[in-house]
């Protein structure tokens, strides 16, 4: 049976899809059969950042009312091939479906999939709640700002009194920049993991090469042999249970500085 999680954040535009994506493409490298589940009615763009818009046939909502099965919905990603995606329907919207719509659609997947991530819409209505209702666990994502970390704060409270065990509430650390940081210009990862009090699985740094990645539709995690490879893998295991020191990531982050930093301690 699959285990499920779901990418959520409160705030918008702080990295849900592409964390979601990016992580598709490191579940499925280490052997996991993964799906991606776009919750995002409506707007959906997690097909567009996995170079997938053109494949699909039926949607979520296809398989809401019936039309097709699950399984039958699902659009195969073109080189992952342990890779799937359920697509959102860009002209449905949020109302057309309710939580136990969801619950039914993990259902009849998660017998099907090691790994079932669900990318959540922004917000706390109805979109957040059909995105979080089947999962066994939570990733809330933010940015080192005072907004996003706000906003996570008030998710992190609704997970809480949702069915996910607070010991399954987890938090990544998206956008970081290690030299603003020092120069106290951004929270540090400190000031973020004390204000909401959830376990920090994950710090990505803000980069040029994720961006690039999604919108060549090929998220930089599939490209194995780079800083954000290892970092996503790193989340990814660590999801799993694995117990991998955050420092990685954080080196990971700054390699120039690390690099600087051993050789002066080499020599
Ligand atoms: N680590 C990163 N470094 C640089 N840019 C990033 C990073 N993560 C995300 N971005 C960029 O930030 C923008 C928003 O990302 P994304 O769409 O993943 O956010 P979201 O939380 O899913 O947004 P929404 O709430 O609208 O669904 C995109 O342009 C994306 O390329
Ligand atoms: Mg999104």
């Known amino acids: 049976m699959g285990q499920v999680f779901v990418i959520t954040s409160g705030k918008g535009g702080v990295g849900k899809t592409t964390v979601t994506a990016n992580l598709g493409a490191v579940f499925s490298g280490l052997g996991k059969k993964t799906c991606l589940i776009d919750a995002d009615i409506g707007l959906k763009n997690l097909d567009v950042v996995l170079g997938l818009e053109?494949?699909?046939?039926?949607?979520?909502?296809?398989?809401?009312?019936?039309?097709?099965?699950?399984?039958?919905?699902?659009?195969?990603?073109?080189?992952?091939?342990?890779?799937?995606?359920?697509?959102?329907?860009?002209?449905?919207?949020?109302?057309?479906?309710?939580?136990?719509?969801?619950?039914?659609?993990?259902?009849?997947?998660?017998?099907?999939?090691?790994?079932?991530?669900?990318?959540?819409?922004?917000?706390?209505?109805?979109?957040?709640?059909?995105?979080?209702?089947?999962?066994?666990?939570?990733?809330?994502?933010?940015?080192?700002?005072?907004?996003?970390v706000s906003d996570a704060d008030r998710v992190t409270g609704l997970l809480e009194k949702s069915k996910i065990s607070e010991e399954n509430i987890f938090l990544i650390v998206n956008r970081f920049r290690p030299n603003v940081a020092e120069k106290r210009g951004m929270l540090s990862i400190e000031d973020v993991t004390k204000t909401l009090a959830i376990p920090l699985i994950g710090i990505v740094p803000d980069s040029e090469a994720v961006v690039i990645g999604s919108n060549r539709g090929l998220p930089i995690a599939f490209e194995g042999n780079n800083e954000l490879n290892k970092i996503f893998t790193n989340i990814a295991r660590r999801m799993l249970g694995h117990k991998i020191p955050l420092q990685e990531d954080y080196k990971l982050s700054k390699p120039t500085f690390w690099r600087l930093f051993k050789t002066l301690f080499r020599s």
């Open 54 to 148: 053109n494949r699909i046939l039926y949607t979520i909502i296809d398989v809401i009312s019936e039309k097709v099965g699950s399984l039958e919905a699902l659009v195969r990603h073109k080189t992952s091939r342990n890779l799937y995606l359920l697509p959102a329907s860009q002209i449905a919207t949020k109302e057309m479906m309710n939580p136990e719509d969801m619950e039914k659609v993990v259902a009849q997947l998660r017998p099907n999939f090691d790994i079932i991530l669900i990318d959540s819409p922004a917000g706390i209505e109805s979109g957040f709640r059909n995105a979080v209702v089947a999962a066994d666990a939570a990733i809330v994502v933010t940015n080192p700002e005072y907004t996003a």
